[in-house]
């Protein structure tokens, strides 16, 4: 299978799962609206069924998050003068070729003045398959196609189900959502990629001290994790073979350049230290031996700290959120049973609210951040 294939799978694939989201999304805000218009009723033992489809697409919607976050792959390093070129003949599907000829006619107007920084921000999440002026006329083309498919099945759903929502603001928030997505994928891949190399950085630095220690160059200790199997830090170290080998460039360079897009801190100290050692010489040994007693030693620190937060965090969730949660039913039950009123709603539909909206929402924010705390 060529390099162009996989990039388009792949491209096609976040793209899938990105206009999947967003309908998920519209459609899940949709009925929502609905179910709270349809009221509360504390004694209705059955769930609703626009309480079912509401869950059924939420669910849906964090499926989705889940495997963009861990779907995607690094494409190999491509030159900046092969873009346009290998963004003609990289879509064997139809449809999808013809979405990329109209966004690269669009992005020519804008690569007659590159955007640098932009490309910069491609190159760190690995989206070296287009330029940025094609990237940009992604970003106007996607969500304009978004908002006419989001216009047309809203006007076709009200009319099987009466609503006050126009298709138009339908339209113009999926617009707006699909519009967000771009700068949001590309910071939880940018996110995602930074994680994947400072968790494996300390094996692979074990890896080179032991190919140093049988006296191989910089050089070579970089070729051979770049054709072994570590996954972003291998797909990084293949760039600078890539310009030593093909584009003629030196390695010092090469290691620069790689250190100005990596998204990793640690990363980038690393290759500008093995630049360093290529131009002044110096023990490769002892400095990887030592890098990696350090970044074990780290990792073993923040390994330990999360075990111990995480007794606090049970601790949070059991005396705080569950306890305020049942607080909360107690309340609003003798609330209703006083015949109190909060506010202007009454009290079964502060009742949904509560169950429908906020316990939810608690709960599912305790677990991001459990799930942002594992990551780091």
Known sequence: MRISD???KETLKDTALGILLVVSLITCSIFTALRIRAGFNIGYAAPHPYTIIMLIFLIISIIVIVAMKRGGRVTPYRPAEEYHRMDLDMSPDAIYEKYLKLCYKLGRYFDRQPDTALLRKLSRVGITGVSPGTFIAMEIITPIIGAVIAFIISSILFIFIPCNISPFHIALLTGLMILGIFPLTMHVKTYNKKVKIDN???????????????GATPLKTIGNIAVSDYGDISSEFRKVLYKTNVQGEDAITALNQLAMVTPSIIFRELCLDLANLIHAGGGLKQYLEDKTAYLLERRRRMEKQFADSLAMYAEFYVGGIMMVAIIGIIGIITAGALGISVGDLPIDTVFGIFIYGIVPAANGLFILILELMYID
Do not use: N
Not at 202 to 212: C, E, K, Q, R
């Open 6 to 8: 996989i990039t388009t």
């Open 200 to 214: 494996e950085l300390p094996y692979v630095l074990a890896h080179m001290s032991i190919m140093a220690a049988t």
